[in-house]
């Protein structure tokens, strides 16, 4: 089975910290990305990556930035986090050329 | 990517079928349907996908109209373990990126 990980279940951080969400695939998967999701508005895509150190804009990036390093590692960052950050976060990944995507279970973080 | 619309929100009996309907009237002929469903405080987990034949898995059906413009996700026997949010989402599956955009999708609760 496919697994994605990620690094915290739950995360309390302050305003103005800079904050790392590590996801982790197992499964030696091309594409990666990070989502946010917030009641009544649904998952919107953040970054994605379709290889090492290459990165592209979702549809809501700012105030984040991603890094990608190796194939089965990508992390999102929070330069200096805001309250409006508050959210559940997903990663996904998933095989070039194939639209089913494997999700982790999500980071829920509060920024007070 | 054509845009999706479910109903907010459905009952089902448990051991009955649970038929989940989407419209995606702007769908265009490169374009596929996918169907993911979200169990409380876990991330999504890939159900389906189609592009214009019916399609059927462990786990659903698809059935989609043969202009394309609806479908139906269908849950054979539905148990408790199938209350969740469904997603249904349009989309093409490029070389790179393999975006979906996720919506409301439809809040299913199946009550013994």
Redesign the interface.
Known sequence: DVKVTQSSRYLVKRTGEKVFLECVQDMDHENMFWYRQDPGLGLRLIYFSYDVKMKEKGDIPEGYSVSREKKERFSLILESASTNQTSMYLCASNIGGNGEQYFGPGTRLTVT | DAKTTQPPSMDCAEGRAANLPCNHSTISGNE?V?W?RQIH??????II?GLKNNETNEMASLIITEDRKSSTLILPHATLRDTAVY?CIV?I?????????????TRLMVKP
Do not use: C, K, R
């Open positions: 596929y996918y993911y405080s876990q991330g999504p987990q890939y996908h997603y989309g599956v490029p070389n790179a990126g393999n975006m979906l955009t996720f919506g409301g999708g």
